[in-house]
């Protein structure tokens, strides 16, 4: 499924209210939906007018045009954003997206998630995104390494430990935060490995991080599985996506001893009803970029993923997967958003009335956010916890905001969705309410 496929070109509101981007591109259909959501928690909550316009809109959003030397020796100019949602709570903390379809819709979509992420698992952070419009996998390591460091630079007096702090997300990964590290140490004098967290460990990362948003996906899995009386062991699972939260929900699923039936990536899909080989599978992703055609696999492409009669099927890719028009294929018990936002708001209701329980994005996959804010926390106090510390405190706070998303969904009589969203939201404007306006 390509992210360009309109379906709709309806008009959607910007954050300052003003219809000026249509939902005809991913970027506004992320927007539209993480507005959405927003709204249904506002109402929900009765939230004062005020503050409801406050906490719909971006603080900050900067958008930075830069050129690239290409090995070829022309010149690119390429586009970059970040975008801090709200920092009432802390530092602003989010990921940096490379990818094609990166614009500022989607960048404004993505950091609104991250503050409501952040408050809704209780780390001290805001919540931003940023990314630059590109595709990494058309590009050579040392035209890869160029942008990075001149995007840094354009960042310097955005990003910093105590006010913006980036991590990892689609298309980029430890080695370009080791470069964005580099870059700012540099400019600086002296190293600062809090500017950034998903670092590499010899550089001050965590251990744990790398598979902190998988290991947060199966925690949470876990836990719902188990109110709902559903053993994990044995259990059939279908993964879209193989990348960083993919390839690692899959691994510690089948570790766990679930049955992974079915995975697609970027370029394809495998599928096996007796359960796959996932570290197999995991060394054909490294080597050939895909999982597509490995043997004694049938091939299978996404809407027949969705469509599995699986327990649990796990949406680790990109937004907008599961839409109005495919959720009634979902046959899963559990749907765990491991990506941001993979499921349209006009499905939200078709998978309640046809008893598929929504584990939120903003809950699911927090576990990157969690240890992100362990890796920040060991960087400020020159510490290095263990990996058991870290698999212990993950899980702790994780299941916590777990609990607490059950617990007000039943109280309440909403979807998770809608109860993560209404804690979280709370929590800002809490905060907000707190500190009062300026001046
Ligand atoms: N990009 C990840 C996310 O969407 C991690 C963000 C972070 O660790 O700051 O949650």
Known sequence: MTMDHATTT????????????????????ALAAALTQFDAAADHLGLEPGLRSVLRQP???????????RDDGTTDVVTGYRVQHNVARGPAKGGLRFHPHTDLDDVRALAMWMTWKCALVDV???GAKGGVTCDPHEMSLKELEALTRRFATELEGII????????????????????????????????????????????????????????????????????????????????????NVGEATARLLHEAGAKVVAITDVVGGVHDPDGL???????????????????DTHAIDNETLFALDVDVLVLAALEGQITAANAGNVRARILAEGANGPTDPGADPILRANGVTVIPDILCNA???????FEWAQNRSALAWTLDEINGRLRRQILAATDAVWDRAGADGVTPRLAAH??????????????????
């Open 10 to 29: 309806t008009p959607v509101s910007d954050p300052a209210g003003t219809p000026t981007s249509t939902a005809a591109t991913a970027g506004g259909r």
């Open 59 to 69: 603080q900050r959003e900067h958008t930075l045009r830069f050129p690239v030397k």
């Open 124 to 126: 001290p952070f805001g």
């Open 160 to 243: 910093g430990p105590d006010s913006d702090i980036p991590a990892p997300d689609v298309g980029t990964n430890a080695q370009v935060m080791a470069w964005i590290m580099d870059t700012v140490s540099m400019h600086r004098g002296y190293s600062v490995p809090g500017v950034v967290t998903g670092k590499p460990i010899a550089i001050g990362g965590s251990v744990g991080r790398s598979d902190a948003t998988g290991q947060g996906v199966v925690y949470t899995i876990e836990a719902t599985a188990a109110r709902l009386g559903l053993e994990l062991q044995g259990a059939t699972v279908a993964v879209q996506g193989f990348g």
């Open 277 to 295: 080989d996932v570290p197999r599978l995991a060394r054909r992703f490294r080597e050939h970029g895909t999982v597509a055609g490995a043997p």
């Open 367 to 373: 576990g990157g956010v969690i240890v992100s804010y």
């Open 422 to 439: 209404a804690i979280a939201i709370e929590r800002v404007a809490d905060a907000t309410r707190l500190r009062g306006l300026y001046p």
